[in-house]
């Protein structure tokens, strides 16, 4: 599948030649489709704004997406979009001329909401809630604007299953992102196609083609994050028993609703047993 004349997008140019980074692309690629396939994410002639944070998942899931579609395995257009928040420091030119450069129709859109969280949340409390709801919000806007169905973002599988964790730990409930679902208003898609794709090789794939990383700690990430605490107990039980993480992940596609406890799942009520035989 991959070669050494099977660079079909300025996104793989200078790609390694090594066979170790072939079957990285080809697992990674191959991990995107089955989940776009697995979850119906596609309506062919759709066009699909793919959000672009400029991490390593962003530029991995553009890179995956573009693959596909390359090779006639996602019927879509792809619209790129990077949302400038205002950040202090935010290297504003890196992602306009990176998505130039390799051809990618996109829209950069700028919108302070930096100041806005800066502004409402309370001196030593955590960003990431409302800084997410107000990108969230302004992406739900530009793809309305854009004629698009979905938004398109970089959640991996490892993202998926620490939210799992941090629900189960701290919000008292199942659940998680799920790989494709519709907006409050009803008019929107919202897509995850890295949904089985290990952060790990998200990162080795954006290293190996040097990608221009912009870090997520431009805000001031505080320690102490719920989600850094839970990756970091993933972090030990997958160094104490490689692939949990995989196992564990398998475990949110095989749920029995009769072996939890919620009856809104099961008709706990309605269980009997075979009446006796006379």
């Not at 080809?26 to 062919?44: C, D, F, H, S, W």
């Not at 928040?85 to 290297?91: K, L, W």
């Not at 129709?105 to 800066?118: F, L």
């Not at 794939?205 to 990383?213: C, D, K, L, T, V």
Request: hydrophobic share 40%.
């Amino acid at each position: 599948m991959l070669d050494e004349t099977d660079d079909i997008h300025a996104l793989f140019h200078g790609a390694p030649k090594t066979t170790e980074f072939k079957k990285l692309r080809k697992r990674i690629v191959q991990n995107t489709r089955e989940a776009v396939e697995q979850y119906g994410m596609v309506r062919p002639g759709d066009r699909w704004l793919v959000c672009l944070s400029g991490g390593k998942d962003s530029y991995t899931l553009l890179a995956a997406l573009t693959e596909l579609q390359w090779r006639g395995l996602l019927p879509v257009e792809i619209l790129a979009c990077n949302l400038d928040q205002g950040q202090p420091g935010f290297p504003a030119t890196v992602l306009p001329e990176f998505l130039e450069r390799m051809g990618v129709p996109h829209r950069i859109e700028y919108q302070d909401t930096y100041s806005i969280v800066m502004d409402k949340v309370p001196q030593g409390r955590t960003f990431c809630a409302l800084c997410s709801r107000l990108r969230r919000g302004n992406l739900y806007r530009i793809a309305g604007e854009e004629g698009c169905s979905a938004v398109v973002l970089g959640h991996h599988r490892d993202d998926i299953l620490e939210t799992f964790f941090m629900n189960l730990f701290h919000g008292g409930r199942l659940a998680t992102m799920p790989p494709k679902l519709v907006n409050e208003e009803g008019d929107l898609f919202v897509l995850r196609p890295l949904a089985h794709v290990a952060e790990e090789d998200c990162e080795r794939f954006a290293r190996a083609m040097q990608y221009p990383i912009i870090p997520c700690d431009l805000c001031g990430s505080q320690d102490g994050l719920q989600r850094q605490q839970v990756k970091q107990i993933l972090d030990g039980w997958e160094k104490n028993s490689p692939g949990r993480r995989q196992v564990m992940f398998r475990a949110l596609m095989n749920t029995r609703p009769s072996h939890l406890l919620d009856p809104a799942l099961f008709d706990f009520a309605g269980l009997d047993v075979k009446p006796a035989e006379s």
